[in-house]
């Protein structure tokens, strides 16, 4: 069984982008990092991720949380830097 650090190296995810789509599923992260790491295998699963980071951006600009938000779209930035294929 893979380890959540064995898929954050093998897949370049960092916790926070694993533990942002764990809160954005309402899952756990042990049970987010194997889903978030195949899903960085195809064009596809990288747009649903950055569409459930903005999502999450969305929703904290929404309820005010303005350092939540920036701090979503720092998350978000890095994740598109790490994987710019989907765009």
Do not use: W
């Not at 380890?3 to 533990?19: N, Q």
């Not at 987010?32 to 747009?47: K, W």
């Amino acid at each position: 069984m893979l380890t959540m650090r064995d898929c954050l190296d093998y897949c370049d995810l960092t916790e926070e982008e694993v533990g942002l789509f764990a809160e954005h599923e309402h899952i756990p992260a042990e049970i987010a990092a194997p889903i978030v790491c195949s899903l960085v295998q195809t064009d596809e699963g990288v747009r649903l991720i950055c569409s459930c980071l903005t999502d999450l951006v969305d929703d904290a600009m929404h309820e005010g949380a303005m350092g939540r938000a920036e701090h979503v779209l720092h998350v978000y930035a890095q994740f598109r830097s790490a994987h710019p294929s989907a765009y």
